[in-house]
């Protein structure tokens, strides 16, 4: 599925939520793998990904993502959490937010989805699968869909 790159003066930029180290490698070696453009920002624990996306702090300057991959079970603050704050803020609450989680549960799917998560996944436990997953994450989203702001 690998597309030709385009000469983006503004490339797209996706934050990566998510406290698992090995999540995060796999993630960033799909990326490369499949030659996007995108830039890949990654905070480890839900006040991170807001004191990030308020440019607080350390993450003063930062670029707002386009696309935000958010883990649900996070440190310090919940993925609900996150995503109840940013749906919830008139500055943040268009940009568009992937949960990228374990949890099978229904209950937590129907409470995302309460919250206006625009959609729900589940990581795939084989390597070559989680890799594909992004592959499509990032078709979508990056060369499909019309994101805002852009």
């Not at 935000?68 to 609450?93: F, H, M, R, T, Y």
């Not at 989680?101 to 390597?127: E, F, G, W």
Request: glycine content about 2%; hydrophobic content about 35%.
């Amino acid at each position: 599925m690998e597309l030709p790159q385009e000469d983006n003066p503004n490339p797209l930029t996706l934050l990566l939520v998510e406290d698992n180290l090995a999540d995060i490698r796999l993630t960033q070696r799909a990326f490369k793998k499949i030659n996007s453009s995108v830039i890949l920002e990654t905070v480890q624990d839900g006040e991170a990904a807001m004191s990030y996306l308020r440019e607080e702090g350390v993450y003063a300057g930062k670029p707002k993502p386009d696309l935000i991959l958010l883990d649900l079970n996070l440190p310090k603050k919940s993925g609900k959490e996150v995503l109840a704050d940013l749906k919830n803020d008139e500055q943040l609450k268009h940009i568009p937010v992937v949960m990228l989680t374990t949890s099978q549960s229904r209950d937590d799917i129907n409470t995302c989805y309460q919250a206006h998560v625009n959609c729900y996944v589940t990581k795939p436990m084989d390597l070559r699968e989680f890799s594909k997953m992004i592959e499509t994450l990032e078709y979508y989203w990056f060369h499909l869909v019309k994101l805002p702001n852009r």
